[in-house]
């Protein structure tokens, strides 16, 4: 039982360029997250599936977009990669509506040169 | 949307003190709420958590506390260890059409030295 999985750990773009970071989770939950972690600015909110086959925006969606594949994935894609999208992305899954609490991934360290 | 504060950004006590960290959130709807902790390099992990109809949750040394009316919500941890220390997050979740998702506060560094 794996949890939640997260692919890379590790990725070194170059502005302008294009990547998706993958993101399963093997509990059966119907809600998935990204968040990005920033020095002093705690996890912020990027998209969220609430379950299979709908998205919604959170706090900070620009220049990302995702694709709620199928119950167990989501992933998340950065178009043209900015030097301001260089953090930590944390995926997480919940039962609906967030019972139970978020089980988060072990997180893609990204940086953009 | 919500908006949750997070108030100290960091906190230092003595090995065996208590340690308290305060939250508000702005959306009244807000109906769930959170704590994590994450150590260096690791994921966050939910320690506790409370919902609206309750004011008070306690898990041994950590308990949480909840006043709706004044919107805030506060961790509690008694006799602090060095195992302690690590970044404490709050969340509040607001259920709106699309489902919910939870908005966290800017983390709270908390020092445990013996």
């Known amino acids: 039982n794996a949890g939640v999985t997260q692919t890379p750990k590790f990725q070194v773009l170059k502005t302008g360029q294009s990547m998706t970071l993958q993101c399963a989770q093997d509990?059966?939950?119907?809600?998935m997250y990204w968040y990005r972690q920033d020095p002093g600015m705690g996890l912020r909110l990027i998209y969220y599936s609430a379950s299979e086959g709908t998205t919604d925006k959170g706090e900070v969606p620009n220049g990302y977009n995702v694709s709620r594949l199928n119950k167990r994935e989501f992933s998340l894609r950065l178009e043209s990669a900015a030097p301001s999208q260089t953090s930590v992305y944390f995926c997480?899954?919940?039962?609906?509506?967030?019972?139970?609490?978020?089980?988060f991934g072990s997180g893609t360290r990204l940086t953009v040169v | 949307g919500e908006n949750v504060e997070q108030h100290p950004s960091t906190l230092s006590v003595q090995e065996g003190d208590s340690a308290v960290i305060k939250c508000t959130y702005s959306?009244?709807?807000?109906?769930?709420f959170p704590w994590y902790k994450q150590e260096l390099g690791k994921r966050p992990q939910l320690i506790i958590d409370i919902r609206s109809n309750v004011g008070e949750k306690k898990d041994q040394r950590i308990a949480v506390t909840l006043n709706k009316t004044a919107k805030h919500f506060s961790l509690h941890i008694t006799e602090t260890q060095p195992e302690d220390s690590a970044v404490y997050f709050c969340?509040?979740?607001?259920?709106?059409?699309?489902?919910?998702?939870?908005?966290f506060g800017k983390g709270t560094t908390l020092s445990v030295s013996s």
């Open positions: 959306d009244s709807a807000s109906n769930y």
């Open positions: 997480a899954s919940s039962e609906a509506n967030g019972r139970g609490g978020y089980t």
């Open positions: 969340a509040a979740s607001t259920p709106n059409q699309a489902g919910t998702a939870l908005i």
């Open positions: 509990m059966n939950h119907n809600s």
